[in-house]
């Protein structure tokens, strides 16, 4: 585990399957994984990865906190290999799921993730009665 932070996936559903555009590529689209940054030495520091990369609150997190971000999302994606997509892009920080994406995350991609570090946070009106 690394020093100065971890990474959870907070899943927004919102907007997702409520209008149909006609667009092909948004019918394919369930969600959106949100990338969040956790400090290891304070619990209460939770900041959104775009946030970070932004440079809100850097000093907060360590001068590490990047690349531990980037290192914690290199390991989920040995688990979960969606999240390599994350790995391209110059800011890790919202991953577009469909729905086959998502109903794996309800199955054993979350487990998995968990095992690696991972936390997934479904929407609160959801969690009830997942």
């Known amino acids: 585990m690394d020093a100065g932070v971890r990474v959870s996936l907070r899943l927004d559903l919102s907007g997702y399957g409520l209008f149909d555009s006609g667009d092909e590529e ?64 110059p800011v890790p920080d919202v991953l577009a799921l469909t729905e086959s994406e998502l109903y794996d995350l309800l199955g054993s991609a979350a487990t998995r993730l968990d095992a690696a570090g991972v936390a997934v946070h479904w929407p609160r009106e959801l969690a009830r009665t997942l």
Not at 67 to 85: E, M, N, S, T
Request: overall charge positive.
């Open 26 to 89: 948004d019918a394919r689209r369930a969600g959106s994984a949100i990338v969040q940054v956790h400090s290891l030495a304070d619990p209460t520091l939770v900041v959104d990865a775009a946030e970070l990369w932004e440079g809100q609150r850097p000093e907060a997190f360590g001068p590490r906190a990047r690349i531990d971000a980037l290192l914690a999302l290199r390991r989920a994606a040995r688990v979960w290999p969606p999240l390599g997509l994350l790995l391209e892009r």
